[in-house]
C-alpha cells in the first residue's frame, strides 16, 4: 500500500479529457516536487511532468500536471489511443526520507 | 542522447547475491544523482535505492535497507548494485535511472531509464 493514492483504473474515449488525481499528505505532495511517468507496456517508464507542471522535451502538450496541497493531477488532453498506459506519480517523502511512487493508474482508451 | 546500458540480472536462489551494472553515456555522469527502481511481475514501480552525484550520499528504501549497496564509479560513468541476501519477493525488473536535476538531485524524478535488467530469485 503506497503513501500515494492513485485510482487503478481509469478510462476515456479518444478525444475525450482524462483526469488521474494523486492524493498524499503534507510530509510527500504537500512539501515536495511531484513527478508523473507513463509506462506502456513492456517498456521502461517515461518523464511525462517534471517539478509538478514542466514537461520535458518531446511531451506532448496534451498531458499536463499540476499541484494543490496535497494532491496532484496529470490531464490527457484530446485522448488517443496511443496513450493506453500505466501512468505514476512520484514524489520525495520526509518522513520515509526517501521516494514514494503512486502504486499505477492503468488508463484504457475505450 | 542519454542512453543507460544495465547488466547483471539473472536467477539466484534465496539467499544468494548479484550485482547490477548500468553503463551511463551522452551526459557528464557525475552531475547528477542516479537511483535504481523496481517493478516486480504484474506489480507498480517500486524506489529501491539512490546515490548523489558525487557517491558521497546514498538512500535505501526499508525493503532493502541492510542487504543491497549502491554505488557509482565516477570514472567509468558506473553506476552498482550490490544485492545480497536476496528473498523472492525481490524478483523484479530492476531499472537504473538517471536524475532530472543537473546537481543536487532529485531523487524522484527521473528522465533518463535503462531498458531493464530481470532478476529472478528462486529455489
Known amino acids: 500500500q503506497s503513501v500515494l493514492s492513485l485510482p487503478p483504473s481509469a478510462s476515456g474515449t479518444p478525444g475525450q479529457r482524462v483526469t488521474i488525481s494523486c492524493s498524499g499528505s503534507?510530509?510527500?505532495?504537500?512539501?515536495?516536487?511531484v513527478y508523473w511517468y507513463q509506462q506502456l507496456p513492456g517498456t521502461a517508464p517515461k518523464l511525462l511532468v517534471y517539478?509538478?507542471?514542466q514537461r520535458p522535451s518531446g511531451v506532448p502538450d496534451r498531458f499536463s500536471g499540476s499541484k494543490s496541497g496535497t494532491s496532484a493531477s496529470l490531464v490527457i488532453s484530446g485522448l488517443r489511443s496511443e496513450d493506453e498506459a500505466d501512468y505514476y506519480c512520484?514524489?520525495?517523502?520526509?518522513?520515509?526520507?526517501?521516494?514514494?511512487f503512486g502504486g499505477g493508474t492503468k488508463l484504457t482508451v475505450l | 542522447e542519454v542512453q543507460l546500458v544495465e547488466s547483471g540480472g539473472g536467477s539466484v536462489q534465496p539467499g544468494g547475491s548479484l550485482r547490477l551494472s548500468c553503463v551511463v553515456s551522452g551526459v557528464t555522469f557525475s552531475n547528477y544523482a542516479m537511483g535504481w527502481v523496481r517493478q516486480a511481475p504484474g506489480k507498480g514501480l517500486e524506489w529501491v535505492s539512490g546515490?548523489?552525484?558525487?557517491?558521497?550520499?546514498?538512500y535505501y528504501a526499508d525493503s532493502v535497507k541492510g542487504r543491497f549497496t549502491i554505488s557509482r564509479d565516477n570514472s567509468e560513468n558506473t553506476l552498482s548494485l550490490q544485492m545480497n541476501s536476496l528473498r523472492s519477493d525481490d524478483t523484479a525488473v530492476y531499472y537504473c535511472?538517471?536524475?532530472?536535476?543537473w546537481g543536487s538531485g532529485s531523487y524522484s524524478g527521473f528522465d533518463s531509464w535503462g531498458q531493464g535488467t530481470r532478476v529472478t530469485v528462486s529455489s
Open positions: 517539478r509538478n507542471n
Open positions: 546515490i548523489s552525484g558525487s557517491g558521497g550520499t546514498s
Open positions: 512520484a514524489t520525495w517523502d520526509d518522513s520515509l526520507s526517501g521516494p514514494v
Open positions: 535511472a538517471k536524475d532530472e536535476a
Open positions: 503534507s510530509s510527500n505532495i504537500g512539501n515536495n516536487n
